[in-house]
């Protein structure tokens, strides 16, 4: 069964400081990475999808890679801003099998960006 | 473009009644997802319908049953509610097929007195 782990549960950090954000996983065999964040009480917005075939997508200030054969994804997020804070989700889908059509979800990633 | 539409926003029962959740998907989604987020446990995939049938179900008591309907959009029903069924629950869409980026809606919060 996939699991997987996001580190750190919690973070807090000033306003400006760069960011990396982990996510771990423990069955390989993914059709992609998706990282999500979730303002209290909201549903998921999507920040970035990494095909299994790719090592890195960019948008903005946010950086994501994917090691597939070793389970791992990173969320840099730059230059940090209080507007930043939200929970951040890692979610797998499976590219085979009887978990088709389903998300992994990590349990997140709860960041404070204070000024 | 309309995103994925949840009702009701807030919804609070007693234990042992029944909850009806609904859900519209983004026109031209023929996918709808159902994910419950309780406090403590993350995000728990529980139903996926595509093109109204049921695809894949979670590991969740028959208890939690669903449908899609042809205009494609989904209830989720809960009967005989237990305290621990209180959560956020997510609906999500996508384009048919299992491959499909998901787009998630804001939730139902039901809380089970």
């Known amino acids: 069964k996939q699991e997987v782990t996001q580190i750190p549960a919690a973070l807090s950090v000033p306003e400006g400081e760069n960011l990396v954000l982990n996510c771990s996983f423990t069955d390989s065999a993914i059709y992609n990475l998706q990282w999500f964040r979730q303002d209290p009480g909201k549903g998921l917005t999507s920040l970035l999808l990494?095909?299994?075939?790719?090592r890195e997508q960019t948008s903005g200030r946010l950086n994501a890679s994917l090691d597939k054969s070793s389970g791992r994804s990173t969320l840099y997020i730059a230059a940090s801003q209080p507007g930043d804070s939200a929970t951040y989700l890692c979610?797998?889908?499976?590219?085979?099998?009887?978990?088709?059509?389903?998300?992994?979800f990590g349990r997140g990633t709860q960041l404070t960006v204070w000024p | 473009e309309a995103g994925v539409t949840q009702s009701p926003t807030h919804l609070i029962k007693t234990r042992g009644q029944q909850a009806t959740l609904r859900c519209s998907p983004i026109?031209?989604?023929?996918?709808v997802y159902w994910y419950q987020q309780a406090l403590g446990l993350g995000l728990q995939f529980l139903l996926w319908y595509d093109e109204g049938e049921e695809r894949n179900r979670g590991n969740f008591p028959p208890r939690f049953s669903g449908r899609q309907f042809p205009n494609y959009s989904s209830e989720l029903n809960v009967n005989a509610l237990e305290l621990e069924d209180s959560a956020l629950y997510l609906c999500?869409?996508?384009?048919?097929?299992?491959?499909?980026?998901?787009?998630f809606g804001d939730g139902t919060r039901l809380s089970i007195l």
């Open positions: 999500a869409s996508s384009p048919g097929g299992p491959y499909q980026p998901q787009h």
């Open positions: 979610a797998v889908r499976p590219d085979r099998g009887s978990t088709l059509g389903r998300l992994y």
């Open positions: 990494i095909q299994s075939s790719q």
């Open positions: 026109s031209g989604h023929t996918s």
